[in-house]
C-alpha cells in the first residue's frame, strides 16, 4: 500500500494526463519535459507552482516554530500523500485529518501522530484505530470526544473486545450554534471527569475551532475567537488542577486556515505539566486566489508579516467558444474547479500557438459555471480579441474543494514545465 500511494501508477484514464502518453510512475513525470503552455497535456488541468508550495510550506513551519508551536497540518485539503510527505519533512509534528479513512491514508505515507479533529465513535473506526497502532508501535491516534454519549459507544466497543488498547483524545470545545464540541465550561468539566474515570480513553488536551465564522474583519474576529481560547484556557487550567489529564505533556489545538493568528498565543499555557501547542492549518499548502487571500491579508495587517503565503493551485483552459460579443464558453466547470465559496477569477491569457502569458484585463469575470463550462464575460478589446482555442489561466476560492476532483496534479516551475506531480486519495 506505501509504495502504490506515494508513487502510483498514472495513467490516460486520469483527467489531464496526455492521451497518447504510455501509463507513468508518478515519480516519472517530471523526467517527460512537459510543458502546460505548449498544449502538452490535455485541458482542463489543475497546476501547482512548485516554487510558491514550498514557500508556503517554509512560511507556516516558521509561523508556528516562531511562537513555539507545533504544526499538525489538516490533511483534508488535498489527501494528498505526497503532499504529507513536504509537509512533514518541512518539520510538521504530525497530520490531521478529519476521518479514519483520511488518517490511514496518512499512516501510510508516513506520519507517525494523528490527530482527527472530528468524533470517533463507530465500532469500525475504533477497531481500525486499534489495528494501526498495534501494527505501528509508537503511533499516535487521538480524537476529539464532546458528549458522554459517545463515550459509551467507544466504552461499549472496548468491553466487547479482548485486550484492547485505550484511546487518547482530545476533549472539544465548541460555541453556540456552531458544530460539535461542549457549549460551556461545566458541561466540559462534568465530560472531562467521565473521560478521565473511562478505561476505554485517556484524556490528552483540548481542542477546538474558532475559524467556523471567520470574517477576515479583525473587529469581529478577534472578540470571538478571544472568547473561545479564554474558555479553552479555563477548561485546561481546570482539568490540570483536578488531574484530570494522563500522561507527561498536554496537548492545546485550535488554528484553521483563515485567522490562526488569533489563537496561536492562547495555545501557549502554563501548566503543572509541559503544554504542546498545535496549530491545524491546512489550505495554506497552496493558498488561494480568493478567500483565503482575503483572509490572509486580514492576518498581515494584524502580524505585519507582508504578502506572507502565495497562491500555488490554478486551473488552466481552452476557449471553447465565442458565441456572441462579451461572452467566451472556457471548457471547465464545477467538475474541475471550486465554486463553493466564490467563482474562479481569470489570471492569464496564453493565445494559441504561442507561449506567451498576458495578464488577465481587470474586467474579465466568470459569471457561471456548468458542469463543463464557464462564462467569461468582459467589455474590453481584449476580451474581443479571444479565439478559439486560446488558453486561459483561472485562479480558484477554496482548494480543497479543487483537490478533490483531480486525481493527480502536475507541479510545474515559473515557465510551467512539468517537474514533478501529485496524486490524491480521496
Known amino acids: 500500500m506505501f509504495d502504490t500511494l506515494l508513487d502510483p501508477l498514472i495513467d490516460a484514464s486520469h483527467k489531464g494526463f496526455p492521451h ?29 507552482r512548485q516554487d510558491r508550495l514550498q514557500h508556503n510550506l517554509a512560511w507556516m513551519q516558521q509561523f508556528a516554530q516562531s511562537r513555539g508551536l507545533g504544526l499538525a497540518p489538516h490533511g483534508k485539503t488535498s489527501m494528498s500523500p505526497q503532499l504529507f510527505r513536504r509537509q512533514l519533512d518541512a518539520g510538521a509534528w504530525g497530520m490531521t485529518f478529519a476521518t479514519v479513512t483520511q488518517a ?7 506520519t507517525r501522530a494523528c490527530l482527527i479533529a472530528n468524533q470517533v465513535f463507530a465500532d469500525g473506526d475504533l477497531a481500525a484505530i486499534d489495528d494501526l497502532k498495534r501494527t505501528h508501535p509508537g503511533l499516535r491516534v487521538i480524537f476529539w470526544v464532546d458528549s458522554v454519549a459517545q463515550l459509551m459507544l467507544i466504552e461499549g466497543w472496548h468491553q466487547r473486545h479482548p485486550a484492547p488498547l485505550a484511546h487518547e483524545v482530545l476533549l472539544e ?32 488536551g483540548v481542542a477546538c475551532y474558532e475559524g467556523l465564522g471567520a470574517s477576515g474583519d479583525t473587529a469581529k474576529d478577534a472578540p470571538t475567537a478571544n472568547a473561545l481560547m479564554a474558555l479553552v484556557q479555563n477548561v485546561a487550567r ?45 489550505c495554506y499548502v497552496t ?26 493551485l490554478e486551473v488552466w483552459a481552452y476557449v471553447q467558444s465565442c458565441p456572441e460579443p462579451g461572452l467566451a464558453i472556457l471548457a471547465v466547470g464545477k467538475r474541475d474547479i471550486s465554486y463553493d ?3 474562479p477569477t481569470p489570471l492569464h491569457v496564453n493565445p494559441r500557438g504561442t507561449c ?9 469575470s466568470i459569471i457561471q459555471l456548468n458542469d463543463q463550462h464557464a462564462y467569461l464575460q468582459g467589455i474590453g478589446p481584449e476580451h474581443a480579441a479571444l479565439q478559439v482555442g486560446d ?8 482548494p480543497c474543494t479543487t483537490f478533490d476532483k483531480w486525481r493527480w496534479l502536475p507541479l510545474v516551475d515559473g515557465d510551467y514545465n512539468v517537474v514533478d506531480a501529485v496524486a490524491t486519495c480521496f
Open 20 to 48: 497518447a502518453s504510455a501509463a507513468l510512475r508518478l515519480s516519472q513525470i517530471g523526467a517527460q519535459r512537459w510543458n502546460v503552455l505548449r498544449g502538452d497535456l490535455p485541458l482542463p488541468l489543475a497546476v501547482i
Open 104 to 110: 490511514r491514508i496518512g499512516v501510510a505515507a508516513g
Open 173 to 204: 470545545i465548541g460555541v453556540p450554534g456552531g458544530r460539535t464540541g461542549c457549549r460551556t465550561f461545566d458541561q466540559a468539566m462534568n465530560l472531562a471527569e467521565w473521560l478521565h474515570d473511562s478505561a476505554a480513553v485517556r484524556l490528552v
Open 238 to 282: 481546570a482539568c490540570d488542577a483536578q488531574n484530570l489529564f494522563h500522561g507527561e505533556e498536554v496537548l492545546l489545538t485550535a488554528g484553521g486556515s483563515a485567522i490562526f493568528d488569533l489563537v496561536a498565543p492562547a495555545l501557549k499555557l502554563e501548566l503543572s505539566r509541559p503544554v504542546t501547542g498545535l496549530l491545524r492549518s491546512g
Open 287 to 312: 493558498h488561494d486566489q480568493g478567500s483565503y487571500q482575503r483572509m490572509m491579508s486580514a492576518v498581515s495587517q494584524r502580524t505585519g508579516c507582508g504578502a506572507a503565503l502565495e497562491a500555488a
Open 341 to 343: 465559496w466564490a467563482l
Open 356 to 364: 506567451e502569458l498576458q495578464a488577465a484585463p481587470a474586467d474579465w
Open 391 to 398: 488558453t486561459v489561466c483561472l485562479g480558484i476560492s477554496h
